[in-house]
C-alpha cells in the first residue's frame, strides 16, 4: 500500500499539489506501520520472498534518486534481516498485533477513497494523471482485496486460497503485463513482444475454472507466473543497470516481483 501511495502521487502534476502532499502523508503512515510489522515480528518469523527481493533496497534507492521522494530504506534492510529464532520469547503479542491490524485497516480506507477520488477524477477529465486509468483502478481493487483479508483476520476467519483468490491474481499478472507492454520505450520491440505474449497466457488462464483440486492446471498456472517473475527480474536489473529504455521506475518493477512471488506462494497452498 505504502509503494502504492509512491505511485500516484509522482504521476501528478504540480497543479495537484495538494494530492501530492495527500500521497506523501499515506506513504509516510504506511511506512510508519510496516516499521510496527516488522519490529513485531523480528525473531519470530522467515521473511517470505514477496515481502522484499534482493533488488527492493536498490530499487528504492535508484528511485528515491530519480524523483526526490522520501523512502526509509531502514525498514526494508530490517525485513531482509528477518529470520526465526529457534527460540523465540514468549511475550504476548495479541493485543499489539490486534492494534496494528486495525490501524491498518483504518489506513487501507483512507487509501481507497484516495485512489477512487484520483480515479473519478481523470475519468471525468478534471485531473491528469500519467497512470493508465486501469493502474488507478488495479491497485485500488488491490486495496480491496487488502482490506478484505485483514477484516478477516481481525474476525478470526483468515480468508484462504481458493479459485476465486487464483482468478484475481491471474487478472492482476495480465494486468501487468499490459502496464510493461504499455510502458516500454516503443524501440523495445522485442520486450514488448514478450510482455504482450504474457498478457495472452495470463488471460488464456482466466478462461480456466481453476480449483485447488486441479493439479494439471495449477501446474500451468504455476509455470506462467514462475515465467513472468523470471520476464520481471530481468527487467527490473536492465532498469537499474539503465539497459531498458522504459518510463518505468525500478521500484514499480520490483514491486511486479514481489506480486509474482505473493502469487506463488498462493498457488503453492502457502499463504
Known amino acids: 500500500?505504502?509503494?502504492?501511495?509512491?505511485?500516484?502521487?509522482?504521476?501528478?502534476?504540480?497543479?495537484?499539489?495538494?494530492?501530492?502532499?495527500?500521497?506523501?502523508r499515506i506513504h509516510q503512515y504506511f511506512s510508519e506501520l510496516l516499521a510496527r510489522a516488522v519490529k513485531l515480528a523480528t525473531g519470530r518469523i522467515d521473511i517470505l520472498p514477496d515481502?522484499?527481493?534482493?533488488?527492493?533496497?536498490?530499487?528504492?534507492?535508484?528511485?528515491?534518486?530519480?524523483?526526490?521522494?522520501?523512502?526509509?530504506?531502514?525498514?526494508?534492510?530490517?525485513?531482509?534481516?528477518?529470520?526465526?529464532?529457534?527460540?523465540?520469547?514468549?511475550?504476548?503479542?495479541t493485543e499489539s498485533v490486534n492494534r496494528l491490524n486495525n490501524d491498518a485497516i483504518a489506513a487501507t480506507r483512507v487509501i481507497i477513497r484516495y485512489k477512487s477520488r484520483i480515479l473519478n477524477?481523470?475519468?471525468?477529465?478534471?485531473?491528469?494523471?500519467?497512470?493508465?486509468?486501469?493502474?488507478?483502478?488495479?491497485?485500488?481493487?488491490?486495496?480491496?482485496?487488502?482490506?478484505?483479508h485483514l477484516e478477516n483476520l481481525q474476525r478470526g476467519t483468515p480468508l484462504m486460497p481458493d479459485a476465486n483468490a487464483v482468478a484475481f491474481w491471474n487478472r492482476i499478472m495480465k494486468e501487468h503485463a499490459e502496464f510493461a507492454r504499455g510502458l516500454l520505450d516503443p524501440t523495445e520491440e522485442e520486450l514488448i513482444s514478450v510482455a504482450d505474449g504474457f498478457a495472452q497466457r495470463f488471460n488464456e488462464m482466466l478462461r480456466f475454472s481453476v480449483t485447488p483440486g486441479m493439479d494439471g492446471q495449477l501446474a500451468v498456472n504455476r509455470k506462467a507466473v514462475t515465467d513472468f517473475r523470471a520476464f520481471n527480474?530481468?527487467?527490473?536489473?536492465?532498469?537499474?543497470?539503465?539497459?531498458?529504455?522504459?518510463?518505468?521506475?525500478?521500484l514499480l518493477a520490483d514491486h511486479l516481483i514481489r506480486e509474482s512471488e505473493h502469487f506463488l506462494l498462493i498457488l503453492d497452498n502457502r499463504l
Open 1 to 24: 500500500m505504502k509503494e502504492h501511495a509512491f505511485f500516484i502521487a509522482a504521476a501528478l502534476l504540480p497543479v495537484n499539489a495538494d494530492l501530492f502532499a495527500e500521497g506523501e
Open 51 to 93: 515481502a522484499v527481493t534482493p533488488y527492493t533496497l536498490p530499487a528504492e534507492q535508484k528511485t528515491a534518486s530519480l524523483t526526490n521522494f522520501s523512502f526509509n530504506t531502514e525498514i526494508t534492510s530490517a525485513e531482509a534481516s528477518l529470520f526465526k529464532r529457534q527460540a523465540a520469547d514468549s511475550v504476548d503479542l
Open 121 to 148: 477524477d481523470a475519468l471525468a477529465c478534471r485531473l491528469f494523471t500519467f497512470n493508465y486509468p486501469l493502474l488507478i483502478d488495479h491497485i485500488r481493487r488491490e486495496a480491496l482485496e487488502f482490506l478484505d
Open 233 to 250: 527480474i530481468q527487467g527490473t536489473e536492465g532498469l537499474l543497470e539503465c539497459q531498458i529504455r522504459a518510463v518505468i521506475v525500478p
